[in-house]
T-cell receptor, first 118, second 114 residues
Framework: AQSVAQPEDQVNVAEGNPLTVKCTYS??????LFWYVQYPNRGLQFLLK??????LVKGSYGFEAEFNKSQTSFHLKKPSALVSDSALYFC????????????????FGRGTSLIVHP | DAGVIQSPRHEVTEMGQEVTLRCKPI?????LFWYRQTMMRGLELLIY????????DSGMPEDRFSAKMPNASFSTLKIQPSEPRDSAVYFC????????????FGDGTRLSIL
């Protein structure tokens, strides 16, 4: 079984400060990892993904995420937060299909509400 | 490139009525997902289609819910009869194949059952 934990329901940060939204996962074998953002009254939008290769992944809107296999984490980061970054952020994991099997269906975390204060 | 299109955007109806939600996935995508989002339960997967075939419907709450995908460009989620506890935002998402590609979500249907 695969699972995702986003330990913080809400993260507050001042504009201009760095932000981190945490995500840890559990999966059999190698993971595919994704971050999505949801603005009010909109669907989830893809930000970035980790498949293989460099542990630091860069995505849309200046966001990046670091894959840490030993800590089974994939935290989302941005060096300087903007008020417009305020939204709901979702982490998702899917097992890479190998001989051990796996699922084509990603598992989503419960989401973290990011609030950036002016 | 048009994204995933859902209709209607909002639906308000009385308990007991039939509700039909519609989804047009992105052309060329052959995986389709229906989700339900509420404050209490977060984002829940209801059903997953691949190549128009339902692969996993274990998230469908009960027999009142049904989903179809008659062709690659259209899917419906039907609730009959509807109940107030079905009130939620329903999202459709599509994906290119069973690959490592991300899902593309529509903007959802906000359903209110009175």
């Amino acid at each position: 079984a695969q699972s995702v934990a986003q330990p913080e329901d809400q993260v507050n940060v001042a504009e201009g400060n760095p932000l981190t939204v945490k995500c840890t996962y559990s999966v059999s074998g190698n993971p595919y990892l994704f971050w999505y953002v949801q603005y009010p009254n909109r669907g989830l939008q893809f930000l970035l993904k980790y498949i293989t290769g460099d542990n630091l992944v860069k995505g849309s809107y200046g966001f990046e995420a670091e894959f840490n296999k030993s800590q089974t984490s994939f935290h989302l980061k941005k060096p300087s937060a903007l008020v417009s970054d305020s939204a709901l952020y979702f982490c998702a994991v899917r097992a890479f299909l190998d001989a051990s099997g796996g699922s084509y269906i990603p598992t989503f975390g419960r989401g973290t509400s990011l609030i950036v204060h002016p | 490139d048009a994204g995933v299109i859902q209709s209607p955007r909002h639906e308000v109806t009385e308990m007991g009525q039939e509700v039909t939600l519609r989804c047009k996935p992105i052309s060329g995508h052959n995986s389709l997902f229906w989700y339900r989002q509420t404050m209490m339960r977060g984002l829940e997967l209801l059903i997953y289609f691949n190549n128009n075939v339902p692969i996993d419907d274990s998230g469908m709450p009960e027999d009142r819910f049904s989903a179809k995908m008659p062709n690659a460009s259209f899917s419906t989620l039907k609730i009959q009869p509807s109940e107030p506890r079905d009130s939620a935002v329903y999202f459709c998402a599509s994906r290119h194949g069973q690959s490592n590609q991300p899902q593309h979500f529509g903007d959802g249907t906000r359903l209110s059952i009175l």
